[in-house]
Every structure is written in C-alpha cells, then in structure tokens.
C-alpha cells in the first residue's frame, strides 16, 4: 500500500527557507492522473491549513496566503514531490503533512497522509 | 475562502453512545467536495467519509456523514474506545480548500 514519508529540518531560523520532502512508497506518484499531492500544515491554534498541491507533470496550486512564497515541486525519478517557502516566520511553526489526493479512488479527498514533521522557525 | 465552523468543539460522551458533529459552512459547497477526517495524537489523519455522505474504504458503518448546502453532519452511531480522537470537516469544492478547527470526542 502507498505511504507517504515528510522529511527535513525541525528548526528554521527566521527569514530563512524551509525545505520539506514527501517521500512516496508502495506505489509510482505517476501511476494515476487523478492523483494530486499534497501538503497541508497544523497550526497549534489555528488548526489545519492546506498549503497546495502538486500534480505528476508538474502542475500546481496554491493557497493564495502563500503563494507568494511558495514553490511545490514534484521528482517523478525519485518518486517524491516537495515543498519550499520562503522568508519564514513563526507564523509557519506547525506540523507539515504531505497527503494524496486520491482523485478517482476518494471522490478527490485526501486519502493517504504522512505522520507529518514538526517545524520550528526561531532563532 | 469558504469558512468552516465545526460543533460543538469538544464533547464528552461514553462508549456505546451516539456522536452527532456538525459542520456549517459561509457559503454553499458541492456535496461532492466535503470530507470527514479522524485524528488522533501521533497518528496521521484518517480519510473517514467522501462526498458528504461515502464511506472511505475499510471505515466501519458506525460512521456515516450527511447533509448538503451549508450544513452537514458526521454521525458515530456507537463509539468504540479507539473513536476517541479529534475530527475534521474540509471542503475542496472551491480553492483554497479549508478545514473546520476540528471536534474533540473525549471519553465521560
């Protein structure tokens, strides 16, 4: 079965780029065009926020909130997709998920998420 | 962006006992595009139902989702121990998609 794997730095200083990795197993992230991948993040008092989305062939996108910041991105040779923003501040401490959107197979809903990764921006 | 608002934010109740949460939103969404999450601590979120009212592959018939419009409702016709967790409604009929701040089910 598929399973999705977040990966990358829990501590990011203000100002700085954060860069996030979904690794996906069990199944090729191009196998279906339906799907589109995810990542979705939970604020302590916020709650959850979808970030955007990325699509096999590289289409995108994005909440409006963030677009000016962020880039989505997708390696179909290592079977993973990613995420990176910019200027970060400690308005984006959360935990980052990265989720599929099973297209077809969930009537579009996110149908497979990873364990998600905690992100702390501070100095 | 469509703003969902989920009900009541925290409810105790005992196993074997009936959970009702509800999820309102500003502006009307597809039936097709609402969903149903369950998350517990440490764990990743649980794709319960689809479509308002479709049971996701392998969820127990003790869940079942309805409504339409503005309104839809999560329904746990009896609890279990393992269904005391954090649920989410989220809307991806019109972007950005968005979810409700979520309903706690705790044990009485």
């Known amino acids: 079965q598929v399973q999705l794997q977040e990966s990358g730095p829990g501590l990011v200083k203000p100002s700085e780029t954060l860069s996030l990795t979904c690794a996906v197993s069990?199944?090729?992230?191009?196998?279906?065009?339906?799907?589109?991948w995810n990542w979705i993040r939970h604020h302590p008092v916020k709650g959850l926020e979808w970030i955007g989305n990325?699509?096999?062939?590289?289409?995108?996108s994005y909440n409006p909130s963030l677009k000016s910041r962020l880039t989505l991105s997708v390696d179909t040779s290592k079977n993973q997709f990613s995420l990176r923003l910019t200027s970060v501040t400690a308005a984006d401490t959360a935990v980052y998920y990265c989720a599929r959107d099973g297209g077809n197979k969930s009537g579009y809903a996110l149908d497979i998420w990873g364990l998600g990764t905690q992100v702390t921006v501070s100095s | 962006e469509i703003v969902l608002t989920q009900s009541p934010g925290m409810v105790s109740l005992s196993p074997g006992e009936r959970a009702t949460l509800s999820c309102r939103a500003s502006?009307?969404?597809?039936?097709?595009?609402l969903a149903w999450y369950q998350h517990k601590p440490g764990q990743a979120p649980r794709l319960l139902i689809y479509?308002?009212?479709n049971r996701a592959t392998g969820i127990p018939d003790r869940f079942s989702g309805s409504g339409s419009g503005t309104d839809f409702t999560l329904t746990i016709r009896r609890l279990e121990p393992e269904d005391f967790a954090v649920y989410y409604c989220q809307q991806f009929g019109r972007s950005p998609w968005t979810f409700g701040q979520g309903t706690k089910v705790e044990i009485k």
């Open positions: 990325v699509h096999h062939i590289g289409s995108t």
């Open positions: 069990g199944g090729s992230i191009s196998s279906d065009d339906t799907f589109y």
């Open positions: 502006q009307s969404v597809s039936s097709g595009y």
């Open positions: 479509g308002a009212s």
